[in-house]
Structures are given as C-alpha cells and as structure tokens.
C-alpha cells in the first residue's frame, strides 16, 4: 500500500483534531500574536534567571541574550516569535540597538541571508514599537 500524502501534514491534522477534542475553542486559536501574552522581565529579575547570579564571573543577562539571539537567527523562520521576545529582553537588559543588529548581521554567514534578513525585519518591527511606547 503506498500513501503519497505529505507525512507530516498527515501529523499536523492528526495533532489538529486531538486539540479540537480536548478543547473546541482550539479550532480557531492562531499562534499569530502568540507572544505579546509574555510580558518582558524586568532587567533585575533576567539578571537572576540568565545572568551572573549562579556563576558570578560568568556572562551578563545582555551577553546570553546576544548569544541566544544569534542562535534563533540560524534557525530562520523557526523563532519567529522567540526572536521578537529575545529583542523585546534585550532592549530592557539595556542592549543597544546597534549590538542587535550586529549580532544578528554577524550570523549571515551561517545562517544565510534570508533568515539573516527574517531576523533583522523582526528586531526592527520590535525596536519600532519599542520607540512608540517610549512617546
């Protein structure tokens, strides 16, 4: 018996309906916006969970923030919503704009330009509304 069917279309339907059974709300939840429910932490308390508190010599919030940006920026269209909260973090740990965007820009080579360039659209659009709620 040969199934031509994409297998994993076939996972993501299968997956569909067992949330629509548990909930029927879920039939039309969209991850869109998805992110905005994460409010970002206050730069104290991402010093404590992701920055020196544990190894005192060790890296900053900011530093692990630029690292993990870098990392979802490989990833490509992946950490779409991941990037937008890692720059949302950064930005309150006091990152400069232009070390986001280096740190993104630095990962083209690996990462090739269209995620580089997915990447850098996200952390703009973030660091736009940013600015606005600024005013």
């Known amino acids: 018996m040969t199934d031509n069917s994409n297998p994993f279309e076939a996972m993501i339907?299968?997956?569909q309906d067992m949330a629509k059974a548990m909930n029927p709300a879920l039939e039309s939840f969209t991850p869109k916006g998805f992110e905005a429910l994460w409010p970002t932490m206050p730069k104290d308390v991402m010093e404590m969970f992701?920055?020196?508190t544990v190894n005192k010599d060790g890296l900053d919030a900011k530093t692990r923030l630029l690292l993990t940006l870098?990392?979802?920026t490989v990833l490509g269209?992946?950490?779409d919503a991941q990037i937008r909260m890692t720059v949302r973090?950064?930005?309150e740990a006091g990152a400069k704009k232009q070390e986001i965007v280096e740190t993104i820009g630095q990962m083209s080579?690996?990462?090739?330009?269209p995620a580089t360039t997915r990447a850098m659209e996200i952390a703009q659009g973030v660091m736009a509304e940013n600015e606005?709620?600024?005013t």
């Open 70 to 72: 870098a990392a979802l």
């Open 109 to 113: 080579m690996f990462a090739g330009i």
């Open 13 to 15: 339907a299968q997956y």
């Open 77 to 79: 269209a992946q950490g």
């Open 50 to 52: 992701f920055g020196n």
């Open 89 to 91: 973090h950064l930005l």
């Open 132 to 134: 606005d709620s600024d």
